[in-house]
Every structure is written in structure tokens, then in C-alpha cells.
């Protein structure tokens, strides 16, 4: 029963998930509570180990969804503590690998909660931040996010940082769509990511999965390639995202640096399976009668459009012609993947198993 936990996933309707509306400030407290604080603490009234799987209880109910990594604290012995990925076996209980302990009733205040990416605030002032990876083998970019603006944020990706506002090797300036309107009325959002890169998708137009920032570090080919960080975001303030083209469109795309490790940004695009000219628009039939599978490609990062870089980790392009449920979890290529549905033909699959690399 023993899962990674390398790669943490949220949406709006947990327990405890901020809100995003077309305010100021509302995309730093998504980022900030999925990134780096986590959200969604409870009290457990019991935990019982018993042959190598612990067992949790919350009477009033837990509201983990099934495949979440969540952080236990507060437990004796020390090993249930820490991030474990769960299975909901219930309302009020759920169940995580604990090989390795002996039988037994834990003791202890134990609390559970949506474990934090594990990122940091590099800097900081009011509606505005620098995101950082805390992982070793990160690039060391940068992530500026200005919520200062109701419904479109700005993103910058520095490659140096002295304070907020001020940066080295920075990329051109990108927006994500908080909402399309300027108002309270929240969105819903999704943010899927490791120790790297984050994805997150918002509902900006109430409609469809419109709206799509991602920022980190490719899966690269090239070993000591230090410039691998990507950014995409949109390119005006509006809704429209690119990330679901696979046609070799750079709009809104960018690497650090070249594959050469000198010089500035340098414009990126994506490409998959052959027959897919956006995510998920494919001619496989939906299941696959061979296997009743739902199958999904690698996409790849090219810098430009004739130099492949490295995969985008984590995203898949679903191949079948019509479309799956938005939001379920499917099993494919040994992976269990949630579906992003930009609309009635584009879709993205997330792996939300992992590990991405």
C-alpha cells in the first residue's frame, strides 16, 4: 500500500481552500496556502495501526479526498507522522501505508491537514510575493506575483532577486485570469505540483477551465542544463491560455535561457502525440476497446520550436476523440490522472500519482 508522496494536488472545494475571486490579494492566499501553509486542520479522535496500514477516524468528518497527500502531526509513535498520501475510505475515516509500525493505537493530539508543496516567500509586501523552491536541485528562479490587480495578476520569472520588486534575467511579463469579472464571487481553481513545478487552473469565466499559470523546472534532457525553468501564463489580461496547444505555439511560453546557458529568455512551446493539435483533441475512441483504458501522451518542452529541452512533468495529453468527465480520477499508463477540461473539445490530464521525474 505504500505511496509517493512527491506530488500534492488541491482544488477549491476542500475543506479549508482559500477562495479566488476577482480580488486583490486572492491568488497570493491560494499560492501561499498551497505552497507553503497548507490548510484544512483537523483534530483526529483516533488512529489505529494494524498490519502495516493506520487507520484515522474523525467523527464530524475529515473531508480529505481519496489520493491526497496530507501532513499527520502530534502522533506517537513518531513514524505516523509527516506527509502520507491517503485512501477516503469514508466520511469520517481514511486509511495511509504504515509499514514498518507495530499493531497499535496511537496516542498523542493528532491533527491532519493538506500538506504544503514545501516552497517559500523569498520576499514580500502586501498583495505582491516572490515564490521559491526550497529543493536542491532547483533552478535557482524566481516566481514575482502582483495581485495587486482585481482580476489579472501579473507573473515575472527572475533569475536574481533583491526585493520584490527588483530582479535579474527577468522574462516578459505574463497574466493569470483570477476571474473575469472584478467581484467577490469566487472561482474555482485547482493547483497541481512537486517539489519543482506548480500547474494551477482557475474557472476564471465560471464556465470553463480557462485560466493556467505554470511555473518550475522542466524534466530535462541535458544534464548541468541550470536554465530549464519555464513560465507560462497569458499573454494580455484576459482568459485565453495556450498551455493547451501542442502545435508548436510559443504565445505566453518561456524559458529561462537558452540550451547554450547564456543570454535571456527564450520562447518555448509544446508538442505531443501527432494527432492532438490542442490537449486532448484526439481520434482514439473513448474507452480504448483493446484494454477499456484511457490512455494519455508525454508532452514535450522545446525551446522555440526545434529544440526539445524536456518534458512537461506531470502533464499529459489525452488522445481519445470525445471527452471524459472533467474532474474523475482515471487509470492510465500505470498512473491514476485527473482531467482538466478547458471545454468541450481541450482537455489536460494531471498525474497524480507521481513521482514526475
Not at 7 to 33: N, Q, R, Y
Not at 112 to 119: C, D, Q, S, T, Y
Request: include cysteine.
Amino acid at each position: 500500500m505504500s505511496n509517493p508522496v512527491d506530488v500534492h494536488w488541491f482544488d477549491s472545494t476542500m475543506s479549508g481552500a482559500p477562495s479566488l475571486s476577482g480580488e486583490a490579494g486572492k491568488l497570493i492566499g491560494v499560492l501561499d496556502a498551497c505552497l507553503i501553509d497548507g490548510f484544512g486542520s483537523v483534530t483526529l479522535d483516533s488512529m489505529v495501526v494494524a498490519s502495516g496500514i493506520a487507520t484515522a477516524t474523525k467523527s464530524t468528518g475529515h473531508n480529505f479526498l481519496d489520493h491526497t497527500v496530507i501532513l499527520i502531526a502530534g502522533a506517537t509513535p513518531s513514524g505516523l507522522n509527516g506527509e502520507k498520501r491517503i485512501t477516503r475510505t469514508g466520511a469520517t475515516t481514511f486509511t495511509f501505508d504504515a509499514t514498518g509500525i507495530s499493531d497499535q493505537t496511537a496516542t498523542g493530539t493528532i491533527t491532519a491537514k493538506m500538506a504544503p508543496v514545501g516552497w517559500t516567500k523569498a520576499h514580500s509586501v502586501t498583495n505582491k510575493a516572490a515564490y521559491a523552491r526550497t529543493a536542491l536541485a532547483a533552478t535557482a528562479m524566481k516566481l514575482r506575483v502582483d495581485d495587486s490587480p482585481a482580476q489579472y495578476p501579473t507573473l515575472i520569472m527572475y533569475e536574481t532577486m533583491s526585493d520584490v520588486d527588483t530582479g535579474t534575467g527577468a522574462s516578459t511579463t505574463r497574466y493569470f485570469a483570477k476571474s473575469s469579472a472584478a467581484s467577490a464571487t469566487a472561482r474555482a481553481w485547482r493547483l497541481y505540483a512537486d517539489d519543482y513545478m506548480f500547474y494551477l487552473f482557475a474557472n476564471a469565466d465560471g464556465s470553463t477551465w480557462s485560466s493556467v499559470m505554470v511555473f518550475g523546472d522542466i524534466a530535462q534532457y541535458k544534464s548541468g542544463d541550470a536554465y530549464h525553468c519555464l513560465l507560462i501564463g497569458h499573454a494580455a489580461a484576459n482568459t485565453t491560455s495556450h498551455l493547451y496547444f501542442v502545435d508548436g505555439t510559443t504565445t505566453g511560453s518561456e524559458l529561462c535561457r537558452s540550451y547554450t546557458q547564456v543570454g535571456g529568455v527564450v520562447t518555448s512551446c509544446r508538442l505531443s502525440h501527432r494527432s492532438c493539435q490542442y490537449l486532448g483533441v484526439g481520434t482514439l475512441v473513448s474507452p480504448n476497446y483493446a484494454d477499456n483504458g484511457y490512455h494519455a501522451w508525454p508532452i514535450e518542452c522545446r525551446e522555440g520550436v526545434t529544440i526539445a529541452r524536456g518534458k512537461m512533468p506531470g502533464l499529459f495529453c489525452p488522445i481519445h476523440s470525445s471527452l471524459f468527465a472533467d474532474g474523475l480520477v482515471y487509470v492510465g499508463n500505470n498512473r491514476l490522472f485527473t482531467q482538466m477540461t478547458y471545454n468541450a473539445s481541450y482537455r489536460a490530464a494531471m498525474d497524480i500519482t507521481g513521482p514526475w521525474r
